[in-house]
């Protein structure tokens, strides 16, 4: 099975920017549902974008509309989720998980479907 890790978290001021990375092995990466999930201490896990096999749709939560984006690395078997425009809201420990076909992205996202995720990576944001 595919397992993930991800990497790239760290601090960074109020209306700057970050890319996290989520590196798989055992499969590859551009055969599954691509989605990634946040978590601030105290609260739910909250879906951040969901995006199908092949990169064909993505679904995105209101909050992170217009200023996060998730794109793919075939040759290193990498997806990335570049965020901009950062709030302090938007700070938490950032994970990557994966569903196989023929699971969608809103399988992932929201149907609270998961097969693979990574143990995360820790965004702090702030002044």
């Known amino acids: 099975q595919v397992q993930l890790v991800e990497s790239g978290g760290g601090l960074v001021q109020p209306g700057g920017s970050l890319r996290l990375a989520c590196k798989a092995s055992?499969?590859?990466?551009?055969?599954?549902?691509v989605g990634w999930f946040r978590q601030d201490p105290g609260k739910e896990r909250e879906w951040v974008l969901c995006m199908s096999s092949g990169g064909r749709s993505t679904y995105y939560a209101d909050s992170v509309k217009g200023r996060f984006t998730i794109s793919g690395d075939n040759a290193k078997n990498t997806v990335y989720l570049q965020m901009t425009s950062l709030k302090a809201e938007d700070a938490g420990t950032y994970y990557c998980a994966t569903l196989p076909r023929p699971h969608s992205a809103r399988d992932l996202c929201t149907g609270g479907r998961i097969g693979a995720w990574g143990q995360g990576t820790q965004v702090t944001v702030s002044s």
């Open positions: 055992g499969d590859t990466l551009g055969d599954y549902t």
